[in-house]
């Protein structure tokens, strides 16, 4: 069974920090390139982030503008994680955050984990 368990997520002032995780199993981590998605109510999720598979191999790590020098994905290949570091957060950052598992025409999501950016 595929599982993509986010967490992390909560209230938070502008200006703070987060780190979400994504702890996952089923499915060999490793060969897959992980990413961040958001999504406001009513709206179309929104790419955040991506880390290429172990080794570099399909790409090169991504970033949508808003959240560049803001935001830092990373990966541990040994916990079968991928995280998202996100600092000087701000109220815009508000969103379900969900991480994905990407290979080929496989694609694989966690259940998503809240983030709230208010004073």
């Known amino acids: 069974q595929v599982l993509l368990v986010e967490s992390g997520g909560g209230l938070v002032r502008p200006g703070g920090s987060l780190r979400l995780s994504c702890a996952t199993s089923?499915?060999?981590?490793?060969?897959?390139?992980m990413s961040w998605y958001r999504q406001v109510p009513g709206k179309e999720r929104e790419f955040v982030a991506r880390?290429?598979?172990?080794?570099?191999?399909?790409?090169?790590?991504l970033y949508t503008d808003s959240v560049k020098g803001r935001f830092t994905v990373s990966r541990d290949d040994d916990k079968d994680t991928v995280y998202l570091q996100m600092n000087n957060l701000k109220p815009e950052d508000t969103a379900a955050y969900y991480c994905?598992?990407?290979?080929?025409?496989?694609?694989?999501w966690g259940q998503g984990t809240q983030v709230t950016v208010s004073s």
């Open positions: 880390i290429p598979s172990a080794g570099g191999i399909g790409g090169s790590m």
């Open positions: 089923g499915f060999t981590f490793g060969l897959f390139a």
């Open positions: 994905n598992a990407r290979r080929g025409g496989v694609d694989y």
